[in-house]
């Protein structure tokens, strides 16, 4: 009988991490100044970022140490679980094998700390004082949250308006971390009452809550800025995600077919596959898949285009080359917060550019119905985030069926949804609507686009 979690001991965390920029087909393209659409160096990084993660985001080194402070703070949950998912197999009466590896059993329950942590970490040890941010959902300043105050750090983030007032109890799992929580637009930064002396009465949004953080950063010597998703740096620290995998994988005797994962910047995806995408670039594994899963109100990968494009909404940021649904489109207010991003990491629009990975798009109905499906038999309830992969690999798992052979399908369960029943309330309830995206409004928001 095969095993239904394979776990790993302490001494089996991984002591570096991996970076795919060192066997990428191509190299990366450039960062552009937007002024001067020249390429930009280590300097123009560094009122926001400390050295060691500017160095690291330019890096083509295969594998970096990861310091044993980081690596201490990672045993509070690290490794994490791989599970076997039997009885959702046996629910679905598939031959296919079933793999999730769960980064739900994190403190504040997802990937995101295995980044917030070293970037908390590096930023202390270049004596910063107080790191600022923003957060849509809640899941990246919660992570940020305590891992600043594990590293003695003070910590702001700016949280979009309508979540704020939505969804109180990430706000409370930052204040209970020692955070200090402003509804973005805040009264705190220029960018912010300049906004409300337009609009009173603002919403917010992730790119107006973005700009604030930026320039709380920038405008204070002892504060530096912290991103949760798309840049190198962030995509390298989640590395730790698919090593433990792929040795998890190894004591089951088994190597993946295809590797699943949601996707909104890419880190969840990236943190999961890039360890196995190596076997793949050097041609050990050349029939490997992976698929990023996204969802139909905000297809980036699936609809979106190959362009230089801002990383922000607002249009502050240095210019990067990725698959964008133009900074200016605005999704719907789908349940999976953390995927409304316009554009995703530049390494992994290349690698899908280069036909090296594939994507799929749903919309949240059967996301949601595949979720419950999996709360049923397996008995977590995934974030909505999450729940994308979980549908991509029942898809997976019931085409193996139709096909009567078996194959080994791995998918991150990113994390759970105790935060996000109000969405499953809407689902249950039949208040779920599934919004085509604006093929109109990506054109005209990818009209303007200044290409170099
Ligand atoms: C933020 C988040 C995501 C999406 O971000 P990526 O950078 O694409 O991983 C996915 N799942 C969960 C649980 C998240 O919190």
Redesign the pocket.
């Known amino acids: 009988m095969a095993d239904t979690r394979i776990t790993l001991s302490e001494s089996e965390l991984p002591r570096q991490w991996y970076n795919i920029n060192a066997d990428s087909p191509k190299p990366p393209a450039p960062v552009l100044h937007p002024g001067t659409m020249q390429p930009i160096g280590p300097a123009d990084l560094a009122p926001l970022f400390p050295m060691e993660l500017i160095l690291q985001e330019v890096s083509t080194e295969r594998w970096i140490d990861i310091p044993d402070e980081v690596r201490d703070v990672y045993k509070l949950w690290r490794p994490t679980p791989l599970h076997r998912a039997l009885r959702l197999e046996k629910h679905l009466q598939t031959p296919a094998k079933i793999y999730y590896k769960y980064e739900g059993v994190s403190p504040v329950g997802?990937?995101?700390p295995n980044t917030a942590v070293a970037q908390a970490y590096y930023n202390k040890k270049a004596g910063i004082r107080r790191l600022a941010t923003e957060t849509g959902a809640g899941?990246?300043g919660s992570a940020l949250a305590m891992s600043c105050r594990l590293f003695g750090l003070d910590c702001t983030v700016y949280v979009v308006k309508v979540s704020y007032h939505q969804k109180p109890y990430r706000r409370l799992l930052m204040e209970s971390y020692g955070a200090t929580v402003h509804a973005s637009p805040s009264d705190q930064t220029q960018a912010g009452r300049k906004v409300l002396s337009e609009h009173p009465d603002s919403p917010g949004s992730l790119g107006i809550a973005i700009s604030e953080a930026v320039e709380d950063a920038a405008t204070h010597s002892d504060t530096n800025y912290s991103l949760?998703?798309v840049l190198n740096h962030v995509l390298l620290h989640q590395t730790v995600i698919g090593q433990e995998a792929k040795l998890q994988l190894e004591k089951a005797g088994d190597y993946p077919d295809v590797v699943i994962g949601?996707?909104?910047?890419?880190?969840?995806?990236a943190g999961l596959s890039y360890p196995f995408i190596a076997d793949k670039l050097s041609g050990k594994q050349p029939n490997l898949r992976v698929v990023a899963v996204e969802p139909a109100a905000c297809p980036t990968l699936t609809r979106g285009q190959y362009l230089y494009d801002f990383g922000d909404t607002v249009g502050l940021t240095p210019l990067v080359k990725m698959y964008t649904l133009g900074h200016s489109f605005v999704p719907a207010g789908i349940h999976a917060g953390?995927?409304r991003y316009h554009g995703d990491a530049p390494s992994l629009c290349l690698l899908y550019d280069e036909k090296v990975i594939e994507a799929v798009a749903y919309h949240q109905n059967p996301v949601f119905q595949a979720a419950i499906t999996f709360a049923q038999t397996e008995g977590i309830v995934a974030?909505p985030?999450?729940a994308h992969a979980i549908k991509s690999a029942i898809d997976e798992a019931l085409r193996a069926r139709d096909e009567g052979r078996s194959r080994v399908i791995l998918f991150n369960l990113?994390?759970h949804g105790n935060f996000d029943l109000q969405a499953y309330d809407d689902y249950l309830h039949g208040k779920l609507v599934d919004t085509e995206y604006s093929k109109a409004e990506v054109e005209q928001a990818l009209a303007g686009l200044r290409q170099p």
């Not at 949601?262 to 995806?269: A, E, K, Q, Y």
């Open positions: 997802s990937h995101k899941q990246w949760g998703s949601s996707c909104g910047g890419g880190s969840n995806l953390g995927l974030a985030e999450s990113s994390g």
